[in-house]
């Protein structure tokens, strides 16, 4: 696995993770620990997302 599919990974599980704490206990990590939209967590956010678009490759690999 190339490094930048390892840090895609990474992020993609982190995003689960806050997803999950939002829907089972109404709690947002990322905004906890960085502020309510602060520019750090749009950044994170925007690399979440940006990973969780690379990941669909993982779809249709086949090595």
Known sequence: M???DVIAL???IIGAINWGLIGIFDFNLV????GT??????VIYTLVGISGIWSIKFLFDRT
Do not use: E
């Open 2 to 4: 190339k490094t930048i």
């Open 31 to 34: 905004d906890t620990i960085f």
């Open 10 to 12: 990474i992020l993609v």
């Open 37 to 42: 939209m602060s520019l750090i967590s749009r």
